[in-house]
């Protein structure tokens, strides 16, 4: 009877010692799985607290569009100035295995910080610090303002110490770190003898704001169950220029040192977001990981487009706008004028269109507005405005972009027009400039409450409606 009974003893504290791995396992990957928290901008109706109130700074939005035009300005020099062997193709980076596993991180409209973009905040170091950092898919450095600042901006949290955390490093010269800097930064990164041949990074931007630093290591902190050890950014000493009261940048482009790509081996390279607006004080979320695209709070189905590359703006993501829609009637222009490098830009506050595409929207939109809503003088660069708010407009026409594939954003009255002086409320949308060699960027205006889906590993973006809940 022993004889019998030491078997299945033996069988029941397996299966028992199996379970309980089972059980742990499933508890490490419910840590490590997607993480919704509800946040709101600061002069939201649902605000519970004030993030800015000692580093209140007056803002004029027409400031923060013009601002917001040199860097159109950039992208269209990095895409016009390009070799003629340089042209759209679908990117290539299918088949990387698919790990179950993502990250969901608090997003918020940035103007209440200076800023016409938005943030995240981001802990670093050991013992962890949070900072509120400007989210940028069109930028492939992270970085932050650093003691001892030689010239640093006034910003939210207080500077982070590098020698106050035990986990930090510098990057010497001779790292492979610091031989990426240049495609991730525009410059050459330099040596400092002095300091056991420390890299040195200047990050530069397009409204000629720029930042200058060591290349550095550290323990970031997404969540307190997902870390990331030896997280390369640069730790900025001199950095000036349009960066309101952030901490730094998060960039978010296809290149080995964004966070995206740092991430990527452990969560994979997708990754979503939902803009929330300046007003509503709904919460937007950044999600890194393959379990983005399968977000509990998305109410309807992703749509997606594929993604394209180009040659002269490698890390950039880019995709094919094929036709715009208004009140439902196509815009009488031919598929050719669409056929431009067009980029997502959450750096870019409204969509620019080529000049014949955008005229022929203008005509369009005008058209019906202006038989319910007087017209008024144009506005900083927005050239169809009305008289009224965007709260006292409630027949607005719907406009609907149409991209290759499934993909379309349906825009309502939100992401259609935006307040500008008091009184005043326009079409947010705009002429890229040129007559020839255009290009088109779709804003974070009309990105706002959708969630965007970059699904970098099978090449394609996706948008589904009323993404932030």
């Not at 027409?62 to 950039?74: G, M, P």
């Not at 299918?94 to 179950?100: C, S, W």
């Not at 010269?173 to 495609?183: A, L, P």
């Amino acid at each position: 009877m022993g004889t019998i009974w030491f078997p299945v003893l033996y069988l029941l504290l397996a299966i028992t010692s199996s379970l309980a791995e089972l059980q742990e396992t499933h508890l490490l990957q419910h840590k490590q799985a997607s993480i919704r928290l509800d946040i709101y901008h600061d002069h939201g109706p649902a605000t519970s607290h004030n993030l800015t109130s000692k580093h209140k700074t007056p803002i004029f939005f027409s400031d923060v569009l013009l601002r917001n035009e040199e860097r159109v300005k950039a992208l269209h020099s990095r895409l016009v100035n390009k070799s003629s062997s340089s042209s759209l193709v679908a990117s290539k980076k299918a088949g990387v295995p698919l790990k179950l596993k993502s990250i969901s991180i608090p997003l918020n409209p940035a103007f209440s910080i200076g800023s016409g973009n938005y943030y995240v905040k981001i802990g670093l170091g050991t013992p962890t610090k949070y900072y509120t950092m400007i989210l940028d898919t069109g930028s492939s450095f992270c970085w932050l303002q650093c003691r001892p600042c030689i010239s640093c901006h006034t910003q939210i949290d207080p500077l982070f110490d590098p020698s106050k955390s035990k986990t930090y490093k510098t990057l010497s010269c001779h790292t492979s770190q610091c031989s990426s800097v240049k495609d991730a930064t525009f410059n050459n990164p330099s040596c400092d003898a002095k300091s056991s041949n420390a890299c040195e990074y200047t990050a530069s931007y397009s409204d000629t704001s720029q930042s200058q630093g060591y290349l550095s290591q550290d323990l970031l902190t997404l969540t307190p169950f997902q870390t990331l050890p030896g997280f390369v950014y640069g730790c900025g000493k001199n950095n000036l220029g349009m960066f309101g009261t952030s901490d730094g940048i998060v960039g978010l482009a296809q290149h080995q040192l964004s966070m995206l790509s740092q991430l990527s081996p452990k969560y994979g390279s997708v990754f979503s977001y939902c803009l929330p607006t300046v007003s509503s004080g709904r919460g937007g979320f950044l999600s890194i990981g393959n379990l983005s695209l399968a977000m509990p709070n998305i109410s309807t189905a992703y749509r997606f487009t594929p993604m394209l590359s180009d040659s002269a703006a490698p890390n950039l993501y880019f995709l094919r706008l094929t036709a715009i829609t208004v009140a439902g009637r196509r815009l009488e222009v031919s598929p050719a004028s669409y056929r431009v490098p067009t980029v997502m830009d959450t750096g870019t506050i409204i969509t620019r269109l080529p000049e014949s595409v955008y005229t022929a929207l203008r005509e369009a939109f005008v058209n019906v507005m202006s038989k319910r809503y007087a017209q008024a003088p144009a506005y900083s660069i927005l050239d169809a405005c009305f008289k009224g708010s965007l709260h006292n407009m409630p027949v607005v026409p719907e406009i609907q972009m149409i991209f290759r594939g499934a993909a379309n954003l349906t825009l309502k009255t939100p992401n259609v027009l935006i307040d500008g002086v008091k009184g005043i409320t326009c079409l947010a949308f705009a002429s890229s400039g040129s007559t020839t060699n255009q290009i088109a960027i779709i804003g974070n205006h009309q990105q706002q409450t959708f969630s965007v889906a970059y699904d970098v590993s099978n090449s394609r973006i996706g948008f589904a409606a009323d993404g932030c809940h």
